[in-house]
């Protein structure tokens, strides 16, 4: 961050680059496993596990957790959550290589820290309940979508980027 | 011919460490695109940074463009990929609230995740977030089902369900993102600059 300021190098890929390099990707999986990448399966894993082990008799009554609770099988033992994992390592590993890593929290200077993390909070909780109303998020049903020409993952991804348009400048005191 | 675990050409087995593997390149990717600052993913909402723009649908274009290629080649059947379903009102109005989630926080699913590996304390609350999003949508679950049930047309692509010929639409699709890169850096050039 500080080398960029004032040399203006780049400091992350070229856009196309890393698109191409994503494109591939995609490619890779499809060719291998038939099916597309994704991140918000992993999450959504993580809450029916968590909701079946503090009450196992709520989420057998709840048509949805229900859907993914088989008996003698873990949620968590999900190609989702393996792949979610490996994001993780991956961007720590990409992360690292840059110097990269740090706690902190990133925010406009023109906002506090407490606001930043009340609109975080806000946008996850959003985000999740959309992407179960939809069935999938950016990866899984716009990108992995789009790469099949599937007619739901050109609505979402319409849908997911015409709302985020029309809705910025509500929010660009947080951003600019 | 692929798809190669399906078919069973690949053991099953290796399913979960090819998930591994898979998950590690995609998150090195969006993590060297800059994809876990959140101020650098907001950019394309305000025109400062075009990054997911062109990341995003370079990725779409060439991924579409390989898919059919290695079908027309023989390798990979297309019919036996997975399609994502199309529920109308689901798709829309889920991505609806989506869309306002992601301006508001500035992460999707997927860049959050790497965003919290490198340590973001702000995308972990994201997580959190999204945690209780699912937990409400699941709590609920009755009440949104007519919307996550309903207006069903199918696992179809947009060849079926247009009729349309998949390599005009693939053709203009990439036509429409290559216009989308010219115009993003004009309007890139004239937006004032964030340095962030």
Known sequence: MKNNK???????WNPYYGGFLLGILIIFTFYITGRGLGATGALKSSVVTLVDTVAPT??????YYSKFIKKGENPMNSWLVFEALGVLIGAFISGSLNNRIKWRVQHSPKITIKRRIVFVLGGGILFGLGSQIARGCTSGAALSGMAVLSTG???????????????AYFFRKNWI | MGPLIPNGIIPIEWDSIIAIIIGIVFGFVLEASGFSSSRKLAGVFYG???????????????????????????YLDISQLYVHPTYLWGALIGGIIMGLGFVAAGFCPGTSLCAVAIGKLDAWVYIGGILIGVFIFSEFFTFFEPLYDGYYFGNKTLVESFGWNPYWVIFIFSIIAIIAFVVSDIVRKRVKKVFY
């Not at chain 1, 004032?6 to 992350?12: I, L, S």
């Not at chain 1, 709520?58 to 048509?63: I, K, L, S, Y």
């Not at chain 1, 991804?157 to 029309?166: K, N, T």
């Open chain 1, 6 to 12: 004032k040399t203006k190098f780049h400091v992350y």
């Open chain 1, 58 to 63: 709520h989420a057998e009554g709840n048509v």
């Open chain 1, 153 to 167: 993952g050109f609505l979402t991804m319409l849908s997911i980027f015409g709302s985020a348009y029309a809705f």
């Open chain 2, 48 to 74: 400062y940074d075009f990054a997911v723009l062109k990341v995003f649908f370079t990725a779409a274009a060439v991924s579409v463009i390989g898919i059919y290629y290695m079908d027309y080649l023989g």
